[in-house]
C-alpha cells in the first residue's frame, strides 16, 4: 500500500509550494529530492515544476505558464533530472524504506531504499551551510556511485563508514549493488 500513496506537495486546494517556501527554489528542490526518493508516488501539481506561485484558491488556480519566457528553466530542469533519477532505478520506486540517520541538531536526514538487488542511500541537508555526514558502512551494499545530482559531491566510503559533504539545503542520491 505504502508504494502506491500519493505523495504530494501541493495542489488545488493549497497556496503552491514554491509560495509556501517564501519563493526559495533551493527549498522547493530539497523539497522535490525527498519526494522523488521516498516510498509512494509522487504527485506534480502543474506548473510547479516551472516554479508558477500562488496564494490560496483561487490565486492557486492561475492558468499555466506554457511561454518559455515566463518558466523558470532551471527549476525544470530539477525537476526533469530527479524523474528521470526516479524512473532509472527500480529500487527508488519499490525499495524498501530504512532510516539511516535523523540528526535535527546539523538538519539531515539519511534513509536507504532497498530492494532485492540494489541500495539507493539518499542524504539531504536542510541547513544554510555545508554539512558532513559520517553512517556506517552497513547502511550501503558492496559498492556505491553517485547518482544525482550531476556535480560531483565530495564523499568517501571505507570498510568502517561512508562520509558525504552537502551543500545547504541540499542532498545527494548514491545507488549500488546490494
Known sequence: VNFALQ???G???????LTMCGG???AMRLAWLFQMTYPGAPMIYYGDEIGMEGGR???CRKTMVWDPAGQDTALL???RS????RTSHDVLRLGEYARVLADD???TLV????????TALVMLNRSRSPVTVTIPRTAAGPSLQQAWPAQPVPWSMTEESITATLRPMAGVVFIGAR
Open 11 to 17: 495542489s488545488h486546494d493549497t497556496e503552491r509550494f
Open 77 to 79: 530542469g530539477t525537476m
Open 111 to 118: 534513509f536507504a531504499r532497498r530492494s532485492a538487488d540494489a
Open 7 to 9: 505523495n504530494l506537495l
Open 24 to 26: 526559495d527554489t533551493a
Open 57 to 59: 484558491d483561487p490565486d
Open 105 to 107: 541538531g546539523n538538519k
Open 82 to 85: 530527479l524523474t528521470a533519477l
